[in-house]
């Protein structure tokens, strides 16, 4: 079984940077596609930023582009995002996900998750 812990979330203001961390149990991280998703209140999980296994190939969504970075060190079981210049808007409970046979945008794509870390964006 695999176990996905995020952490490094927390309230921050507008303007303000965060990176977040995702441990992943088991031996198998490195043949792992990854990814970032969130959810804000009232709405649904939304896709954030991929990354290969090999950590070769990287996208984000358009909302995210050019101030959030995914990247992993499969040496140590770990995915990372880093966000600059948050914005309110980017309020929400920010999940890792791991995918073993696709490498997509979608919820279904992905076969474990993490249980969440809360990022709050103040004005």
């Known amino acids: 079984q695999v176990q996905l812990v995020e952490s490094g979330g927390g309230l921050v203001q507008a303007g303000d940077s965060l990176r977040l961390s995702c441990a992943v149990s088991?031996?198998?991280?490195?043949?792992?596609?990854m990814g970032w998703f969130r959810q804000a209140p009232g709405k649904e999980r939304e896709f954030v930023a991929r990354i290969s296994a090999s950590g070769r190939n990287t996208d984000s969504a358009d909302s995210v582009k050019g101030r959030f970075t995914i990247s992993r060190d499969n040496a140590i079981n770990t995915l990372y995002l880093r966000m600059n210049n948050l914005k309110p808007e980017d309020t929400g409970l920010y999940y890792c996900?791991?995918?073993?046979?696709?490498w997509g945008t979608g919820l279904r794509d992905y076969d474990y998750w993490g249980q969440g870390t809360q990022v709050t964006v103040s004005s």
């Open positions: 996900a791991a995918a073993l046979t696709t």
């Open positions: 088991g031996r198998a991280f490195s043949r792992y596609a």
